[in-house]
């Protein structure tokens, strides 16, 4: 469905028991960030929270995306899988012979459907500009300071429009904006995202670069700017797909762009090309680490416009999960289809689990046919937009359910050869990966855990974990804990936490683990700091994911006879001398003291319901230094 404006989007939250209204005052300076931590790490994504007192004429909305019931009504399907099956259909009508002449006939309503996804520019003044401001000022909007160590307030959730200076091609993305004063704001776009490119041309171009910036409406609008499209490929055809109704768009006051006329805020401005580049952030970012200060280029607000009852809206980033998860799980769900029809008919399904922070860990589901299909795959996906960031790609077949976590690691345990079935690659990374030895490129990892039923692989061992626990007590000499619950459920990984303060070689400290009685039948052992929770096992997961570069952090073992049975994966930081450091190593995001006992003073009064204790309390004791970045 098509909704009219963000407040009807509320209305509906609210109908059905989704949203929570907090009338009492609330800082945007950090207050609310912590309020919101708290409800998305729910196990449901907790509730959309609509702050009512900020301070200023406007409220915020929060986590309005933050679960997949929440995300689904904001894409007005039942399920989002229902998005993939439009698609699909869609497909499957388009490539069809059609010979007779009504056989063509009957085709006609499809392009009438087609046509209402086409935005289209409307004559006049939207809602979006009930209210103009020529003299603007961006403090007036309840913009938050999300974490401590940030750089500033950042707006979270805007829909940057620009156009391409030759071909007229918009694009919407999003990217953070730090405010650095009444009008003037950083534009925090990568090198490998289309608003980057737009910048450089016109930079080749010796021309002012117009930029508008549209906050809220229809929450479709703000899916679509995060969706991995083709280059060149208009953000609001996709939501006039996904509300079966075209967007709407006016003209701006101020530049030459435009924007939804139903939104509730646009910031008008543009980007001189020719102008030195602000130093932007820290910023506590989507993979629960501070992204560093950088520099990127400024955009001048020359006009601000909204509606008269403009509801700001707003999300957190930091450790998974939050409320990017969900929007990150949508766009696995719509993006299955297009891959399968376009590129991959054999793969029949895809999971990007919250604790890969959606470009870190990828799994795959294919039909398996002939030896070294698998690979075939992996160089497909990593070849394919924004799947080219992916570090971690794992391949299964059969009759598995890759969402359970327990049974695909059951089938990866059992399926795979450690020396025949791990392979290291190279590439493109994310701007915010901070573990590789080079910003923007490094390694990558492929595990194949099909079944390769004619190639004679059948890899299953047996662990006395009463043995292990003999072997660990006392600890071995660099061994702070470890966990063995996995081999449990037939899972052959070990889990071991370390003091890198007194380990000076991982590798070499695994090789003897391996050579313990107990482990010889060992095929992993995952190595992480002494500080995190070892019975946290998705925390363990992302913090592996997140800290690991496969080349350096992937150490082959080989048993007594000379062959790779074994492997360690080192997800420790790289902070310390022995790791010989050469790039600054951010610090994990996560709340203040001052604040937690703040909100949990203020807890009870703001009718919040139950109390729920700060996720950051779990989370300290990673914190090393009192800066984004670590200091040892």
Same mark, same amino acid.
């Not at 995306?65 to 099956?85: F, P, T």
């Not at 359970?404 to 450690?418: C, E, R, T």
């Not at 391996?514 to 019975?535: G, Y």
């Given at each position: 469905m098509a909704y009219k404006s963000l407040g009807e989007f509320i209305q509906v939250l609210e109908q059905k028991g989704e949203l929570i209204r907090i009338k009492g005052f609330v800082d945007t300076d950090l207050e609310i960030t912590e309020i919101v931590d708290r409800f998305s790490k729910q196990p449901d994504g907790g509730k959309a929270l609509?702050?009512?007192?900020?301070?200023?004429?406007?409220?915020? /909305?929060? %986590?309005?995306?933050?679960?997949?019931?929440?995300?689904? !009504?904001?894409?007005?399907?039942? %399920?989002?899988?229902?998005?993939?099956?439009?698609?699909?259909?869609?497909?499957?009508? /388009?490539?069809?012979?059609?010979?007779?002449?009504?056989?063509?006939?009957?085709?006609?309503?499809?392009?009438?459907?087609?046509? @209402?996804?086409?935005?289209?520019?409307?004559?006049?003044?939207?809602? $979006?500009?009930?209210?103009? @401001?020529?003299?603007?000022?961006? %403090?007036?909007?309840?913009?938050?300071?999300?974490?401590?160590?940030?750089?500033?307030?950042?707006?979270?959730?805007?829909?940057? @429009?620009?156009?391409?200076?030759?071909?007229?091609?918009?694009?919407?993305?999003?990217?953070?904006?730090?405010?650095?004063?009444?009008?003037?704001?950083?534009?925090?776009?990568?090198?490998?995202?289309?608003?980057?490119?737009?910048? %450089?041309?016109?930079?080749?171009?010796?021309?002012?670069?117009?930029?508008?910036?549209? !906050?809220?409406?229809?929450?479709?609008?703000?899916?679509?700017?995060?969706?991995? !499209?083709?280059? @060149?490929?208009?953000?609001?055809?996709?939501?006039?797909? !996904?509300?079966?109704?075209?967007?709407? /768009?006016?003209? $701006?006051i101020t530049v030459d762009l435009e924007v939804p006329e139903d939104v509730d805020f646009v910031i008008e401005g543009y980007v001189d090309p020719s102008e030195e580049l602000i130093w932007e952030g820290p910023f506590g970012d989507h993979t629960g680490f501070y992204s560093l200060a950088d520099w990127y280029p400024r955009f001048h607000i020359t006009c601000i416009t909204h509606r008269r009852k403009a509801v700001y809206p707003a999300t957190i980033v930091g450790v998974p999960p939050m409320e990017d998860a969900y929007i990150a799980k949508a766009t696995e769900r719509i993006f299955l289809s297009p891959i399968r029809m376009s590129m991959l008919p054999e793969l029949e399904d895809m999971n990007l689990p919250f604790e890969g922070v959606a470009h870190n860990i990828s799994v795959v589901k294919i039909k398996h046919s002939f030896p070294g299909h698998a690979y075939k795959v992996m160089n497909a996906l990593w070849g394919a937009g924004q799947m080219m960031f992916n570090k971690i790609l794992v391949a299964v077949d059969g009759g598995i359910d890759i969402h359970n976590a327990l049974h695909l690691g059951q089938v990866i345990s059992s399926q795979v050869n450690i020396g025949n079935d791990i392979f290291l690659s190279k590439g493109p990374l994310d701007v915010l990966d901070h573990s590789s030895e080079q910003p923007c490129f490094g390694s990558k990892i492929f595990i194949d855990a099909t079944s390769k039923k004619n190639e004679g692989n059948d890899y299953i061992t047996k662990l006395d974990k009463e043995s292990i626990a003999e072997d660990f007590s006392p600890l071995p000499d660099g061994v702070s804990a470890f966990n063995s619950s996995l081999i449990s459920h037939n899972i052959s990984v070990l889990v071991v936490s370390i003091n890198k303060l007194e380990v000076l070689n991982t590798r070499e400290l695994v090789s003897r683990l391996f050579r313990l009685n107990s482990l010889c039948d060992l095929k992993a052992i995952i190595v992480v700091d002494k500080e995190i929770d070892l019975n946290n096992i998705s925390l363990v997961i992302w913090y592996l994911a997140s800290n690991y570069d496969p080349q350096r952090d992937t150490f082959f073992i080989r048993d007594s006879e000379g062959k790779v049975n074994h492997v360690a994966f080192d997800g420790t930081r790289k902070v310390y001398a022995s790791d010989k450091p050469n790039r600054d190593w951010p610090n994990v995001v996560m709340m203040n003291s001052d604040t937690i006992k703040r909100i949990n003073y203020k807890w009870a009064n703001l009718d919040l319901g139950n109390f729920i204790t700060s996720p950051s309390l779990e989370l300290q004791q990673l914190q090393l230094g009192a800066d984004a970045i670590i200091k040892v």
């Amino acid at each position: 469905m098509a909704y009219k404006s963000l407040g009807e989007f509320i209305q509906v939250l609210e109908q059905k028991g989704e949203l929570i209204r907090i009338k009492g005052f609330v800082d945007t300076d950090l207050e609310i960030t912590e309020i919101v931590d708290r409800f998305s790490k729910q196990p449901d994504g907790g509730k959309a929270l609509l702050f009512e007192n900020t301070g200023t004429d406007f409220p915020v /909305l929060i %986590n309005l995306y933050g679960s997949l019931k929440r995300m689904s !009504l904001a894409l007005g399907v039942d %399920n989002l899988d229902d998005i993939g099956g439009r698609i699909e259909s869609l497909f499957k009508e /388009l490539l069809s012979p059609r010979e007779s002449f009504l056989e063509k006939i009957k085709f006609l309503p499809h392009l009438k459907s087609m046509s @209402n996804w086409m935005p289209m520019i409307v004559s006049g003044r939207g809602v $979006c500009q009930e209210v103009i @401001n020529l003299d603007p000022d961006i %403090n007036k909007i309840p913009i938050l300071r999300c974490w401590p160590f940030d750089g500033g307030k950042f707006i979270t959730l805007p829909m940057v @429009n620009t156009k391409d200076p030759t071909t007229g091609v918009r694009n919407v993305g999003m990217y953070r904006m730090q405010v650095f004063g009444p009008k003037e704001t950083g534009m925090h776009w990568h090198r490998h995202k289309v608003g980057a490119r737009h910048y %450089n041309e016109y930079k080749a171009q010796g021309k002012l670069m117009p930029v508008v910036v549209a !906050l809220g409406g229809d929450p479709v609008y703000t899916y679509s700017a995060t969706a991995p !499209l083709p280059d @060149n490929l208009d953000e609001y055809i996709l939501a006039g797909f !996904l509300r079966k109704k075209k967007v709407r /768009l006016v003209k $701006c006051i101020t530049v030459d762009l435009e924007v939804p006329e139903d939104v509730d805020f646009v910031i008008e401005g543009y980007v001189d090309p020719s102008e030195e580049l602000i130093w932007e952030g820290p910023f506590g970012d989507h993979t629960g680490f501070y992204s560093l200060a950088d520099w990127y280029p400024r955009f001048h607000i020359t006009c601000i416009t909204h509606r008269r009852k403009a509801v700001y809206p707003a999300t957190i980033v930091g450790v998974p999960p939050m409320e990017d998860a969900y929007i990150a799980k949508a766009t696995e769900r719509i993006f299955l289809s297009p891959i399968r029809m376009s590129m991959l008919p054999e793969l029949e399904d895809m999971n990007l689990p919250f604790e890969g922070v959606a470009h870190n860990i990828s799994v795959v589901k294919i039909k398996h046919s002939f030896p070294g299909h698998a690979y075939k795959v992996m160089n497909a996906l990593w070849g394919a937009g924004q799947m080219m960031f992916n570090k971690i790609l794992v391949a299964v077949d059969g009759g598995i359910d890759i969402h359970n976590a327990l049974h695909l690691g059951q089938v990866i345990s059992s399926q795979v050869n450690i020396g025949n079935d791990i392979f290291l690659s190279k590439g493109p990374l994310d701007v915010l990966d901070h573990s590789s030895e080079q910003p923007c490129f490094g390694s990558k990892i492929f595990i194949d855990a099909t079944s390769k039923k004619n190639e004679g692989n059948d890899y299953i061992t047996k662990l006395d974990k009463e043995s292990i626990a003999e072997d660990f007590s006392p600890l071995p000499d660099g061994v702070s804990a470890f966990n063995s619950s996995l081999i449990s459920h037939n899972i052959s990984v070990l889990v071991v936490s370390i003091n890198k303060l007194e380990v000076l070689n991982t590798r070499e400290l695994v090789s003897r683990l391996f050579r313990l009685n107990s482990l010889c039948d060992l095929k992993a052992i995952i190595v992480v700091d002494k500080e995190i929770d070892l019975n946290n096992i998705s925390l363990v997961i992302w913090y592996l994911a997140s800290n690991y570069d496969p080349q350096r952090d992937t150490f082959f073992i080989r048993d007594s006879e000379g062959k790779v049975n074994h492997v360690a994966f080192d997800g420790t930081r790289k902070v310390y001398a022995s790791d010989k450091p050469n790039r600054d190593w951010p610090n994990v995001v996560m709340m203040n003291s001052d604040t937690i006992k703040r909100i949990n003073y203020k807890w009870a009064n703001l009718d919040l319901g139950n109390f729920i204790t700060s996720p950051s309390l779990e989370l300290q004791q990673l914190q090393l230094g009192a800066d984004a970045i670590i200091k040892v």
